[in-house]
């Protein structure tokens, strides 16, 4: 095995390891500037709020924030998003096979970390990303039923296996996360004419495969998952949260 150290145009060190013949080609990622914090878990979780509170916590305490969601952020990715999310694209496009999903979500992945979170990175800044590939591995790997190993593949391959240095994966019950989700879909289509609800006309089983997909990545991964499993208050969360990342960034909560 060879293991060749090189900085990449963003000034981000990389460590190359070429593994012997068959063995897959891997590229771990050591950022050495900014921080790259993403947020997990069902839609309905409060995933998007409590990455809202945290950006303001942070720029509030003088920190550079960039924050994205995925899929979308960058104009291909809302293009990739407008066709993945709306529930009305199949009816003009066809039937969405789960692997041109998951190639979807990929792309969009790849442009973003090109786009945005490389450069931000660079610059010292902290990034809050909603969504990256745990959501790949949950809602393809186990919702659709591809299985882990592919989308990992896919990570190394297409994101050269940019890892983030903390995910908040939030995991509230499964039945208080969809009711939110799918009352929150319906409010947007009555007032705004957007239907994000693709995703939502799935079944129960569906997002049980996903809620128990989440909950082995953590397991997996606990040094970068911290997983906040109860249904609190949105203020409550908001503290822990706090907490966790000010630990990550060796400060204290004001």
């Known amino acids: ?13 990389r460590t190359k390891t070429t593994p012997a013949f068959g063995q897959p080609l891997l590229y771990p990622v050591s950022m050495q500037r900014g921080i ?6 069902l839609d309905g979780s409060g995933k998007t709020t409590q990455l809202r509170r945290l950006s ?15 899929p979308g952020g960058t104009a291909l990715g809302d293009r990739i998003r407008s066709i993945l999310l709306d529930s009305r694209s199949e009816d003009t496009l066809g039937t969405i096979a789960p692997l041109a999903e998951m190639a979807l979500m ?6 973003s970390i090109h786009e945005i979170i490389l450069p931000a990175l660079a610059s010292g800044a902290i990034v809050l990303c909603d969504r990256y590939t745990d959501s790949s591995e949950a809602y393809q790997g186990a919702g659709r039923e591809l299985g882990s190993e592919r989308i990992l593949a896919m990570h190394r391959a297409v994101c050269d296996n940019l890892q983030p240095d903390l995910t908040l994966l939030l ?13 929150r879909n ?53 503290a822990r949260i706090r907490e966790i990342v000010a630990a990550r960034l060796g400060t204290t909560v004001s």
């Open 186 to 238: 319906q409010r947007s289509a009555q007032q705004k004419g957007t239907d994000e609800g693709r995703f939502e006309r799935e079944d129960d089983d569906f997002y049980r495969r996903i809620y128990h997909a989440y909950e082995a990545i953590a397991a997996r991964e606990p040094q970068r998952v911290t997983a906040i499993r109860d249904d609190a208050s949105i203020d409550d969360i908001q």
């Open 36 to 41: 790259f914090i993403t947020f997990e878990g």
């Open 1 to 13: 095995m060879v293991v060749i150290d090189a900085t990449d145009s963003y000034g981000l060190s």
């Open 171 to 183: 995991l509230p019950s499964l039945e208080s996360s969809l009711l939110r989700a799918r009352r």
């Open 106 to 111: 990929f792309a969009d992945r790849a442009q």
């Open 56 to 70: 303001s916590w942070l720029e509030s305490e003088g920190h550079k924030v960039v924050t994205l969601r995925q």
